[in-house]
Structures are given as structure tokens and as C-alpha cells.
């Protein structure tokens, strides 16, 4: 059974950093591209950045420059470095597989919520 498991929100003053930890259950981890996903109050949810398993990025214009998606796939675990944190990134924050179907996908983990406000 895949199991992913997210971490590392919190509250953050407007500027600050965090980084956010997904952790995936099984060897399955190194040949899958994977995503982090947001979905704040009342607002569907959106695709922040994916990483192949090779390690190629790509990220939502809303957090270029600021959110570094990074791997480890000898850890099976992944990670969202997010800089110059800004209110409008208030979200619960998931990871899953790079998937085209996250908008309308249920399966989802608890997620980790990330709170930007002074």
C-alpha cells in the first residue's frame, strides 16, 4: 500500500522559510515523478512544483524563485524548500505522485498545514 507521510509546516512570519518533508513507504518512491500540492480554505487545490525521478523541476509561476522541489530517493523521501514566504502561500500542503487527475483525486495523505501571517 503506498503511504505518504508530509511534515514540516507550521507558522511562519511573511519572508520566512520553511521546509516541508514527504516521506513514501516502499522502493516504488526512485521510479516515480513526484508533486507537492496546495489547497488553501475555500480555493481548490493546485499543483506547486514536481521532480522526476531523475530530478528535472518545474514549478507554478506563483512560486518560482522562491520554492525549491528537491529528492532523495536512497531515503525515499522528498522535500519543498519554500522561501520568501507570503500569506497568499496559507495552505495545507500534500504530496503524492506527479498525477494529471489532482483535482479531482480523494486519496490523499493528512497533508501538512503552512501558516504565512505576522
Known amino acids: 500500500q503506498v503511504q505518504l507521510v508530509e511534515s514540516g509546516g507550521g507558522l511562519v512570519q511573511p519572508g520566512g522559510s520553511l521546509r516541508l518533508s514527504c516521506v513514501a513507504s516502499g522502493s516504488w518512491f526512485s521510479f516515480y515523478a513526484m508533486g507537492w500540492y496546495r489547497q488553501a480554505a475555500g480555493k481548490q487545490r493546485e499543483l506547486v512544483a514536481t521532480i522526476t525521478s531523475g530530478g528535472s523541476t518545474r514549478y507554478a509561476d506563483s512560486v518560482k524563485g522562491r520554492f525549491t522541489i528537491s529528492r532523495d530517493n536512497a531515503k525515499n523521501t522528498m522535500y519543498l524548500q519554500m522561501n520568501s514566504l507570503k500569506p497568499e502561500d496559507t495552505a495545507v500542503y500534500y504530496c503524492?505522485?506527479?498525477?494529471?487527475?489532482?483535482?479531482?483525486?480523494?486519496?490523499w495523505g493528512r497533508g501538512t498545514q503552512v501558516t504565512v501571517s505576522s
Open positions: 503524492n505522485i506527479d498525477r494529471s487527475d489532482y483535482a479531482s483525486y480523494n486519496g
